[in-house]
């Protein structure tokens, strides 16, 4: 397993904790890799979605090492017309709590920090919302493969 791939994994694993039983106000039911930005889910919302952008931004250094920060897109899904502006919300605070109370991921990355603002869609069928949530990794890698 890549670099890169154990970063993204170790984040899907902390996204993984956001339940009621670990204090949060909202628990998400469902972690999911994606190669697209649209989560078909059955058994329950809220959901993310984590896209793999593809984006690194690859500073090398000696040695065959390189800093490297890549993009994930978190595509958030939450149901139910009432009130749903205060869950995208509540699930938007759960994910910035989770990934503060352990910016490294449980060591994977130096570390993974939220990027601008959430895009929110509430035009969504059958009473499902998202917004996405850009997610920059920083990890050191090899570039002469293992990235």
């Keep these: 397993m890549t670099t890169r791939e154990q970063a993204i994994v170790a984040l899907e694993n902390r996204?993984?904790?956001?339940?009621v039983?670990?204090?949060?106000?909202?628990?998400?039911k469902k972690?999911?890799?994606?190669?697209?930005?649209q989560l078909l889910y059955e058994n329950?919302?809220?959901?993310?979605?984590?896209v793999d952008t593809g984006d690194s931004d690859i500073q090398y250094k000696t040695g065959g090492l390189a800093d490297i920060y890549t993009v994930?897109?978190?595509v958030c899904y939450v149901r139910?017309?009432?009130a749903m502006s205060s869950r995208m919300n509540e699930l938007d605070l759960a994910i910035k709590k989770a990934i503060a109370a352990d910016p490294t991921l449980a060591g994977a990355v130096a570390h993974a920090t939220i990027q601008g603002d959430a895009?929110?869609?509430?035009?969504?069928?059958?009473?499902?919302a998202s917004f996405t949530r850009p997610i920059r990794?920083?990890?050191?890698?090899?570039?002469?493969g293992g990235m």
């Design 137 to 144: 990794l920083f990890y050191e890698g090899s570039y002469s």
């Design 72 to 74: 994930v897109k978190l």
């Design 80 to 82: 139910g017309r009432t």
């Design 31 to 37: 972690v999911q890799r994606s190669t697209r930005t």
């Design 119 to 128: 895009d929110k869609d509430l035009s969504g069928d059958d009473d499902v």
């Design 15 to 19: 996204l993984a904790t956001i339940t």
């Design 21 to 28: 039983a670990n204090g949060y106000a909202v628990e998400v």
């Design 44 to 50: 329950g919302y809220p959901a993310v979605a984590v």
